[in-house]
């Protein structure tokens, strides 16, 4: 981990997105997967939808999962990694720093499907915007495998109009796309144990994975304190949710 946070703060800010190399060693990532392969092989099968996904072409997949850290500790330990809130302290310099939803993004070999292009505040409500989330490369993130696109600067448009997407396990994406001359796709290849962090706001999205190496990832949300829930943007948000999981049951 880089000791100048100010720089990655600054990156932060202007970018809406800034990826950290070798936060975690190969030591702390075995540790990261033995409690995943648990999550996976004795939690996720006992979950009901909305805390985990699976693969549309191959249902024995999990392709995401959400709020691990309520079912096994060691998610919540990792998500208050003291590290991590060094980083996050030099982004939000006022207010407390709240942890949130523990994530797993699986974008299997050959089965993994694309993320619609999104802002997470739209499933999040939160403004002002103080939110992010971190994610944690365990495999290599490539070209070919999936690796999450992030428009530079997207942050500074807020939050942009979002229809439903059909799509289980992330119900919502961007009506019109958004300006790519004025803010670039970047792709966020990384190598294990590198993190990025992306504001709420960052307009993102990920292809498919056709290739035969998976893209694990884990994501940890936070949000500060200032943050405040606009609480009918989220009820809507939910009902939109019941809906789509009543057509898929
Ligand atoms: O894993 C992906 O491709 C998408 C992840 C995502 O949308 C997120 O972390 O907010």
């Not at 075995?30 to 249902?59: F, H, K, W």
């Amino acid at each position: 981990m880089p000791a100048d946070l100010s720089a990655v703060a600054r990156v932060y800010h202007e970018d809406g997105f800034v990826i950290i190399r070798s936060f975690y060693s190969a030591a702390e990532l075995r540790e990261i997967e033995r409690s995943l392969e648990m999550y996976l092989c004795d939690v996720a099968p006992t979950l009901p939808p909305g805390n985990v996904y699976y693969e549309q072409s191959d249902p024995t997949k999990v392709k995401s999962a959400f709020n691990m850290q309520q079912q096994v500790a060691f998610f919540d330990r990792l998500r208050n990694d003291v590290r991590l809130f060094q980083a996050l302290r030099a982004i939000w310099p006022k207010g407390d720093i709240i942890p949130g939803s523990v994530m797993y993004f699986g974008k299997p070999a050959y089965d993994g499907s694309a993320a619609p292009v999104h802002q997470d505040n739209t499933f999040q409500c939160w403004n002002p915007p103080h939110a992010l989330t971190v994610t944690i490369a365990l495999d290599e993130a490539t070209v070919e495998n999936g690796a999450l696109f992030c428009q530079r600067g997207s942050h500074k448009a807020g939050l942009l109009p979002h229809r439903q997407s059909g799509v289980m396990g992330f119900s919502r994406t961007l009506i019109k796309d958004y300006d790519t001359s004025a803010c670039p796709e970047v792709q966020l290849c990384m190598k294990p144990g590198d993190i990025s962090l992306h504001h709420v706001n960052t307009i993102h999205r990920s292809d498919p994975n056709r290739s035969a190496h998976s893209r694990r990832t884990i994501g940890l949300g936070y949000q500060s304190s200032e943050a405040r829930r606009d609480e009918a943007a989220w009820a809507a948000y939910h009902a939109d949710l019941e809906k789509l999981h009543k057509q898929h049951v």
